[in-house]
T-cell receptor
Framework: ETGVTQTPRHLVMGMTNKKSLKCEQH?????MYWYKQSAKKPLELMFV???????ENNSVPSRFSPECPNSSHLFLHLHTLQPEDSALYLC??????????????FGPGTRLTVT | GENVEQHPSTLSVQEGDSAVIKCTYS??????FPWYKQELGKRPQLIID?????GEKKDQRIAVTLNKTAKHFSLHITETQPEDSAVYFC????????????FGKGTMLLVSP
C-alpha cells in the first residue's frame, strides 16, 4: 500500500526531545489531516490542511506544530511532549469533494511513546 | 461542535449471523456519514458511506441506514465471516471542500467460526 505513507513507524522520545513525523500522499489529493488515536478513545482530529492552508486546529497544545510545505507532504513537529501524548498518530488525505470523494485515506500511523 | 456516540463498544457474533452497530450524532448540519474498519495493527479503511440525501445504501453484505430526524445511523453486516472481525468506527461531518470527521469510539466486532 503506497497511497499514504508515514515515517517513522515507531518513535520513542524523551520529554525534552524534538522530533518530527512525516506524511506523504501519492494520490493527488488536496486536503491532509493529522489524527491522534489513543486506547479506548475516539480518533481525534488534530489539524486539517486544505490546499496547503491550515483550516482547522482542534485546540491542540502548542507542543504539536504542523507544517504543510506542499499538497503532498505534511509534518508534525513535536517538542517537550508529555507521557499522555503517547499514542498512534495517523495521517490522512482526501480530495476536494466538489471534484471527487469525501473518503479519507489513512496512512499506517506512527506509534509514539514518550518516556 | 459535533458529538458522535457509538454502541455497542464490543459485539460478539457467530459466523453467519448479522451484526448491527448504531451511532447517533448531535449536529443537524452534518451531511456525510462514513464507516471505517480497522483491523488489528492496520490503518482505518472506508467500507461504506452515506450522505444525508439518502436513507439507505447497500454494498454486498454491508448496508448503512440513516434517520436524519432522529439523528442516528446504523451499520448492518449480514452473513458475518471471521475476516469481518475488526474495530468499526462511525463518523459524521459537514462536507465542504474537506471533511472534518468526528468519530465514534469504535465497536470491536468479533466473529467466531
Amino acid at each position: 500500500e503506497t497511497g499514504v505513507t508515514q515515517t517513522p513507524r515507531h518513535l520513542v522520545m524523551g520529554m525534552t526531545n524534538k522530533k518530527s513525523l512525516k506524511c506523504e500522499q501519492h494520490l493527488g489529493h488536496n486536503a491532509m489531516y493529522w489524527y491522534k488515536q489513543s486506547a479506548k478513545k475516539p480518533l481525534e482530529l488534530m489539524f486539517v490542511y486544505s490546499l496547503e492552508e491550515r483550516v482547522e486546529n482542534n485546540s491542540v497544545p502548542s507542543r504539536f506544530s504542523p507544517e504543510c510545505p506542499n499538497s503532498s507532504h505534511l509534518f508534525l513537529h513535536l517538542h517537550t511532549l508529555q507521557p499522555e501524548d503517547s499514542a498512534l498518530y495517523l495521517c490522512a488525505s482526501s480530495q476536494d469533494p466538489t471534484g471527487g470523494s469525501d473518503e479519507q485515506y489513512f496512512g499506517p500511523g506512527t506509534r509514539l511513546t514518550v518516556t | 461542535g459535533e458529538n458522535v456516540e457509538q454502541h455497542p463498544s464490543t459485539l460478539s457474533v457467530q459466523e453467519g449471523d448479522s451484526a448491527v452497530i448504531k451511532c447517533t450524532y448531535s449536529d443537524s448540519a452534518s451531511n456525510y456519514f462514513p464507516w471505517y474498519k480497522q483491523e488489528l495493527g492496520k490503518r482505518p479503511q472506508l467500507i461504506i458511506d452515506i450522505r444525508s440525501n439518502v436513507g439507505e445504501k447497500k454494498d454486498q453484505r454491508i448496508a448503512v441506514t440513516l434517520n436524519k430526524t432522529a439523528k442516528h445511523f446504523s451499520l448492518h453486516i449480514t452473513e458475518t465471516q471471521p475476516e469481518d472481525s475488526a474495530v468499526y468506527f462511525c463518523a459524521a461531518s459537514i462536507s465542504s471542500g474537506y471533511s472534518t470527521l468526528t468519530f465514534g469510539k469504535g465497536t470491536m466486532l468479533l466473529v467466531s467460526p
